[in-house]
């Protein structure tokens, strides 16, 4: 479980984090969304015990992610903004160094997994990796160990679509093992596919916490009708049915969960066309990065 209470930072440029309280509950995973320069990156730093908080706290697992720092950062897997690795090494002996310094024995077979579900040559000296590929070592570095809890700094930067997919699947697997994730990312559709709630920050601030499946439902389906005739109009209009524009016989309505209503008025009408998108889940969460403050 990780838990924020009040945690609060002020940098010299008056930047930082402010009074952040939030909790991950085990077997929850949790997005930290926000713009650039928001805080996602000096939250997660507090919670490896890089940075001393001003005032409040974090804790993991009951431990004080400042005092007992040791302790967290064996027990958690950390996936960082920036990676730094020895340029002079390769992926391999760069984990297998990961691996002794963590006591791991008998590590080659997760590691082994790991690699081949990522689909890189691990042997690669970093100096000649990509940074998709460096992305790929910083990853299994996290999950090796199998951690109880993971903490993921925009993870999925400089990966391909294809591992994008890849590392959903490995935090779903997580998930289902009971680990605790908290991941940032400027990617909505990651945190929709993966995430069970999402906290924005703004400014250093938290501006909302939503689970995601309510934001699913609030997603709305934006339907481009064209109809037969002007009566087929009527009909619509005379509905609950939100119309959102007209032009002639084409009409663009909104729904939000009232399928039943439209289809039935439908029914009364003769539909020549009918283009159906789904509101993007972007669009919502932009509506909370322009609002102002809205909790502690
Ligand atoms: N050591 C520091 N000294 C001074 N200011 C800092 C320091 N670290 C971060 N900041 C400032 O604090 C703010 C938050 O930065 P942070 O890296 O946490 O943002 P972020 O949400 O991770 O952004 P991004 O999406 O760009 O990675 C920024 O304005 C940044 O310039």
């Known amino acids: 479980m990780i838990q924020l209470n009040e945690l609060t930072k002020t940098f010299k440029n008056g ?91 008998d590590y080659d077979t997760s590691l082994d997994l790991l690699i081949e579900r990522l689909q890189f040559d691990v042997h690669t000296p970093f100096r000649k990796m990509s940074k998709g590929m460096k992305q790929k070592v910083g990853i299994v570095a996290a999950f090796m160990h199998a951690p109880t809890v993971l903490i993921l700094d925009e993870p999925t930067s400089g990966l391909d679509p294809l591992m994008q997919n890849v590392f959903i699947v490995l935090v779903k697997e997580a998930k289902n093992a009971g680990k605790t994730v908290i991941m940032s990312s400027h990617s909505f559709e990651e945190i929709n596919r993966t995430c069970d709630r999402a906290g924005i920050i703004k400014d250093g601030r938290i501006i909302a916490i939503e689970d995601v499946q309510q934001l699913q439902s609030m997603q709305r389906k934006m339907i481009d009708l064209t109809l037969a005739t002007k009566q087929d109009i009527t009909v619509i209009r005379e509905s609950n049915i939100e119309i959102v524009n007209e032009e002639g016989l084409t009409i663009k309505i909104a729904l939000q969960g009232n399928y039943d209503d439209f289809i039935q008025t439908l029914s009364k009408c003769k539909v020549k066309n009918m283009d159906i998108h789904a509101q993007k889940l972007e669009d919502i969460f932009m509506h909370y990065y322009n609002q102002k403050e809205r909790m502690g």
């Open 15 to 105: 930047r930082g984090i402010f009074q952040l309280n939030f909790t991950v509950k085990r077997g929850e995973v949790f997005g930290f969304l926000g713009p650039n320069g928001a805080g996602k990156s000096t939250t997660i730093r507090h919670l490896m015990g890089f940075i001393k908080p001003e005032s409040g706290n974090a804790e993991i697992n009951g431990l004080d992610c400042w005092r007992e720092s040791a302790d967290i950062q064996h027990q958690v897997g950390y996936l960082p903004g920036e990676i730094a690795f020895p340029e002079g090494m390769n992926g391999y002996q760069f984990l297998k160094l990961l691996a002794g310094m963590r006591g791991m024995k």
